[in-house]
């Protein structure tokens, strides 16, 4: 078994239901030809190098998985008849994968998937609302900094006013 990347770029204005279906078919496809998907990476809009269709942006999707040279001539006859793809390049990674080991790396990336997912559920957690009376301490020592920068600045101007004029 090989192990391939595809970067895909599709159309910026489909809708994310589109956008969805596309990459189920993608799925499909890889599971109908005995492939394994490792992961898919989405890279969101992008304003692309030069104009494809009449579109400055575009939508990226970088799929890695494991499979044959069947795997991706179906893949990217399929790729190549959708109108939602602007543009398509899949590489070879590396030649000699097992079965087992692609299974383990995609079973690697969901964990390590799930954990980033966990640990962003954590982070809102810590990021509770502030006491009234903290928040007004802080906006009253944030004031304070700033006309301390203010008063700063000013004198500075003065001082080179007067530096100007003594020059004169």
């Known amino acids: 078994m ?97 079965a087992e080991a692609l299974a383990n790396e995609a079973r690697d990336a969901e964990t390590a998937q799930a954990e980033t997912a966990t640990a962003g559920d954590a982070e809102t957690v810590q990021d509770e609302p502030v006491a009234a009376g903290e928040a007004e301490e802080a906006m009253d020592a944030e004031t304070d900094s700033q006309t301390q920068e203010s008063k700063a600045d000013s004198e500075v101007s003065e001082e080179t006013v007067t530096d100007d004029q003594n020059s004169i």
Not at 25 to 36: D, L, T, V, W
Not at 50 to 67: L, P, S, V
């Open 2 to 98: 090989r192990k391939y990347e595809t970067v895909i770029i599709s159309d910026p204005d489909l809708q994310d239901q589109s956008r969805t279906e596309l990459f189920d078919k993608i799925r499909n496809i890889i599971a109908r030809e005995n492939g394994i998907l490792l992961y898919v990476d989405e890279w969101g809009s992008k304003k692309l190098a030069y104009e494809i269709n009449k579109k400055q942006r575009g939508h990226y999707a970088c799929m890695t998985y494991g499979g044959t040279g069947d795997l991706v001539k179906e893949l990217e006859r399929n790729l190549g008849l959708s109108d939602n793809v602007m543009k398509y390049m899949t590489i070879l990674l590396s030649t000699d994968e097992t």
